[in-house]
């Protein structure tokens, strides 16, 4: 065992959420803004932060110092709903979901059987989040054990903190995209001991949704989460109104869609429910309960005419919410876009989504709906070191907008309402820079 500390040290603008929070008027009172701040970190967790000025005398001789002036450095985004098999159809014309998963999703979903073509386009997807500044991310692969190989070997080689399942699917799709809930016992169990807590990785049970799988093949699921309590359950809820009336035909016996889940024992504080656009009141009161997770979705949701996701009734109940971009419904990697949206979901509803409620969704919220807040989400001492470099001046308009920017919040909002790839200068993972946006625009 190597005795090198490895040490990076980073000088720049620092802007985060230092705890989390009950309520989003209390997000304001927990905003960090260094204006010439210091990040050191050691073997990939943050030794020191802080003014320039107080830790300067703590950078080792030998380590060069990374500085950003202009720039602005926050946390790493994190995504907590994406399918990494669905990357090659993003922007997929005008169905519905369940239309939209026949039509497209199915179609390529069958080529990742193939480990090679999984291969590829895992590689592709992680350098496309890293190009996003998205560090972390809870993924769908597919039915096929080869997509999570693939895409865990791809985030392995960033050191990345993954988390991701093998699809359950045993009906309602096409034969050659179904297991068995044997199949899908034995394949998942073996995932699981392969890769859950292994370097940074994670994984997740992953039932595609309550319609596609058997009474069956969701008890196998349940049974699995038993045995392997600390592994996370990532599925769909309450996305379409055709959806939620199909679920009730399927599963009479259940007192809706989120109890299908809760009978089998797929609620709980390592569940994260991706989309919950139309919850009844009954299911709210379960989701606090049971201390399960919600995937905010918001450009999926607009895209597929889902509907507005009810984000001051999580805040009401007291439900963990999460960012997710739902890519490939979702229609774009970039975070900062995925809040642009979001800001617009809420205005509809005639609410409003403040710059620093959102940086806060794409960090350590997302991290707490994750059960990762002592892990990621913040630059507080010992977390890990994942974290992003924004530009936020990378066209002429946001040049033009920046300059007239009345303090840091105003500055954020302008950026996230602008945003895209463009703005993303760098991503640490791990306190190693693994993305550099090239000197040329």
């Known amino acids: 065992m190597s005795s090198v500390v490895a040490m990076t040290a980073i000088r720049g603008r620092f802007l985060d959420i230092k705890n989390t929070v009950a309520q989003a008027r209390e997000i304001h009172d927990q905003v960090r803004y260094v204006e010439d701040g210091l990040l050191i970190t050691k073997n990939g967790q943050i030794d020191y932060f802080g003014s320039w000025q107080a830790g300067q005398h703590l950078i080792g001789p030998d380590?060069?110092?990374?500085?950003?002036?202009?720039?602005?450095?926050?946390?790493?985004?994190?995504?907590?709903?994406?399918?990494?098999?669905?990357?090659?159809?993003i922007g997929a014309y005008g169905e519905q979901l369940l239309e939209w998963l026949n039509t497209y999703t199915f179609p390529t979903e069958l080529q990742f059987k193939d480990a090679e073509y999984s291969k590829q386009i895992a590689q592709f997807f992680i350098q496309e989040l890293l190009k996003n500044g998205t560090t972390t991310a809870l993924v769908f692969a597919t039915v096929h054990p080869e997509s999570v190989?693939?895409?865990?070997?791809?985030?392995?080689?960033?050191?990345?903190?993954?988390?991701?399942?093998?699809v359950l699917?045993?009906?309602?799709?096409?034969?050659?995209l179904c297991d068995t809930a044997q199949m899908g016992y034995d394949d998942s169990k073996t995932l699981i001991e392969k890769w859950h807590g292994k370097g940074r990785?994670?994984?997740?049970?992953?039932?595609?949704?309550a319609p596609t799988s058997s009474s069956e093949q969701l008890a196998k699921a349940g049974q699995l989460k038993a045995e392997y309590p600390d592994v996370y359950v990532h599925t769909h809820l309450s996305e379409?109104?055709?959806?939620?009336?199909w679920v009730k035909e399927l599963f009479p016996e259940q007192n809706g869609y989120l109890d299908v889940y809760h009978h089998f024992g797929l609620t709980g504080s390592k569940s994260v429910f991706a989309h919950c656009v139309h919850l009844e009141e009954h299911e709210w009161q379960c989701m606090h309960d049971t201390d399960s997770a919600?995937?905010?979705?918001?450009?999926s949701n607009l895209f597929l005419g889902s509907g507005l996701f009810p984000l001051h009734t999580a805040w009401e109940k007291q439900v963990k919410v999460g960012l997710g971009s739902d890519v490939g419904a979702g229609t774009s990697f970039n975070q900062l876009?995925?809040?642009n949206e979001a800001y617009k979901v809420q205005q509809l509803q005639g609410n409003k989504l403040s710059a620093f409620e959102a940086l806060y969704h794409a960090t350590l919220g997302?991290?707490?709906?994750?059960?990762?807040?002592?892990?990621?989400?913040?630059?507080?001492?010992?977390?890990?070191?994942?974290?992003?470099?924004?530009?936020?001046?990378?066209?002429?308009?946001?040049?033009?907008?920046?300059?007239?920017?009345?303090?840091?919040?105003?500055?954020?909002?302008?950026?996230?309402t602008m945003g895209d790839d463009r703005n993303i200068a760098a991503t640490y993972v791990f306190g190693e820079c693994v993305y550099h946006q090239s000197s040329t625009k």
């Open 366 to 416: 997302s991290a707490k709906a994750l059960s990762l807040e002592d892990k990621l989400g913040n630059f507080n001492l010992g977390k890990e070191a994942d974290f992003v470099v924004l530009d936020l001046n990378a066209t002429a308009l946001q040049r033009l907008r920046q300059s007239r920017a009345k303090n840091i919040e105003d500055a954020l909002f302008a950026l996230i």
């Open 201 to 209: 990785n994670l994984y997740a049970i992953t039932p595609r949704f």
């Open 149 to 166: 190989n693939a895409l865990f070997e791809a985030a392995t080689a960033q050191n990345m903190r993954m988390i991701a399942g093998k």
């Open 169 to 176: 699917m045993d009906r309602h799709a096409p034969e050659n």
């Open 337 to 339: 876009q995925t809040l």
């Open 63 to 89: 380590v060069k110092v990374e500085h950003y002036p202009e720039q602005l450095i926050v946390p790493g985004f994190i995504d907590t709903h994406i399918h990494f098999p669905q990357t090659e159809m």
């Open 294 to 299: 919600i995937a905010f979705c918001p450009t």
């Open 240 to 245: 379409n109104k055709n959806e939620i009336a």
